[in-house]
């Protein structure tokens, strides 16, 4: 599975808990993987560290049975389409010969 990007959604400060929380989601060839993740942090935290923090956190929380996670099959719009097939200047002849030989184009 390769992950293309990550990106961090709903992004909360818990003051009760000193901690920041979000929900990480992973775009990969198999779809949408958001994970649940935190980072004990204060409030005035350097932003680049909570961001790459959180998505260690998610990362590692992917593989966790007990971790709070989903996963999306990706759109029909967002998979790979088949290559079509080359036209030539005979294509419609042939398939107009596929058609009469009882294979259907």
């Known amino acids: 599975m390769t ?13 009760a808990d000193e901690c920041y929380q979000a929900l990480v989601t992973f775009h990969t060839d198999e779809g949408r993987i958001r994970v ?31 971790r709070l996670r989903s996963r999306l099959k990706p759109r029909l719009s967002d998979r790979p389409r088949p290559t079509p097939e080359p036209k030539t200047p005979l294509h419609g002849a042939v398939e107009w010969l596929r058609r009469i030989g009882g294979r259907a184009a």
């Not at 992950?3 to 003051?15: D, E, F, V």
């Not at 935190?38 to 007990?66: C, F, K, W, Y």
């Open 3 to 15: 992950q293309s990007q990550a990106q961090i959604g709903n992004l909360t400060y818990n003051a």
């Open 36 to 66: 649940a993740c935190t980072h004990t942090a204060p409030l005035d935290a350097d932003p680049d560290e909570v961001e790459r923090a959180l998505i260690s956190d998610a990362m590692t929380g992917q593989d966790q049975p007990n």
